[in-house]
């Protein structure tokens, strides 16, 4: 079992930054790759970025790529994800997500990731 508890979302002007942290419980930590997704109102969720278990490899969405950067420190059990540049389509709730023994492709949907936070707000004003 794996609890994810967001934070570091808020109203920023276009052009500013952002940086989100996921904070996860338990000691299998590692053992699990992350991910960022956010859902707009009326829209469906649609991935960000992730990370496998080990940091080794990252992966982004193209409307996201260059701009923002994930990150993880197993000591902590933590993940972020910096964003920035940030434009007014980025407003969404962002959710962490985790997804044991999780690789390639499978990191940039939704369906295999087993563990959810309840997400963070993110505005970005014009």
């Known amino acids: 079992q794996v609890q994810l508890v967001e934070s570091g979302g808020g109203l920023v002007q276009a052009g500013g930054s952002l940086r989100l942290s996921c904070a996860a419980s338990?000691?299998?930590?590692?053992?699990?790759?992350m991910g960022w997704f956010r859902q707009a109102p009326g829209k469906e969720r649609e991935f960000v970025a992730a990370?496998?278990?080990?940091?080794?490899?990252?992966y982004y969405a193209d409307s996201v790529k260059g701009r923002f950067t994930i990150a993880r420190d197993n000591a902590k059990n933590t993940v972020n994800l910096q964003m920035n540049s940030l434009k007014p389509e980025d407003t969404a709730v962002y959710l962490c997500?985790?997804?044991?023994?999780?690789?390639?492709?499978?990191?940039?949907?939704?369906?295999?990731?087993?563990?959810w936070g309840q997400g963070t707000q993110v505005t970005v004003s014009s």
């Open positions: 997500a985790a997804q044991a023994q999780g690789y390639g492709t499978r990191l940039t949907i939704a369906q295999p990731y087993q563990y």
């Open positions: 338990g000691r299998t930590f590692s053992s699990y790759a």
């Open positions: 990370i496998n278990w080990s940091g080794g490899s990252t």
